[in-house]
């Protein structure tokens, strides 16, 4: 099955921190341009940070800015996210998909416009 599988959810104290992964499934990273995306209780989803699998340009939303870290590793076929700094606004499901260029930064409503759309990874900041 063509897919991201993300990992590495958890619940954390603010001001801490979490690496995400998103590993792709039945297909390679190649020139496609990735999005992580949170999703918090009863909000929209959100795009938080891009990169380009195939120039390594990164994007971040000013939310998450100076605070997560994009990265992809084409050996491990597996874009990361390193999240610094935590607090309860970063609380959601965090999911991945793919575009062959188009970034997402901010809501996104229609998900078909993105391939490869994981189950995501519950990611909960509480002290």
């Known amino acids: 099955q063509l897919q991201f599988v993300e990992s590495g959810g958890d619940l954390v104290q603010p001001g801490g921190s979490l690496r995400l992964s998103c590993a792709a499934s039945?297909?390679?990273?190649?020139?496609?341009?990735i999005t992580w995306f949170r999703q918090a209780p009863g909000k929209e989803r959100q795009g938080v940070s891009c990169?380009?699998?195939?120039?390594?340009?990164?994007y971040y939303a000013d939310s998450v800015k100076g605070r997560f870290t994009i990265s992809s590793d084409g050996a491990k076929n597996t874009v990361y996210l390193q999240m610094n700094n935590l607090d309860s606004e970063d609380t959601g499901v965090y999911s991945c998909?793919?575009?062959?260029?188009?970034?997402?930064?901010?809501?996104?409503?229609?998900?078909?416009?993105?391939?490869?759309w994981g189950k995501g990874t519950q990611v909960t900041v509480s002290s």
């Open positions: 990169i380009s699998a195939y120039t390594g340009d990164t």
């Open positions: 039945g297909f390679t990273l190649g020139y496609y341009t």
């Open positions: 998909a793919a575009d062959s260029s188009m970034c997402v930064l901010g809501p996104l409503t229609d998900t078909s416009l993105l391939s490869y």
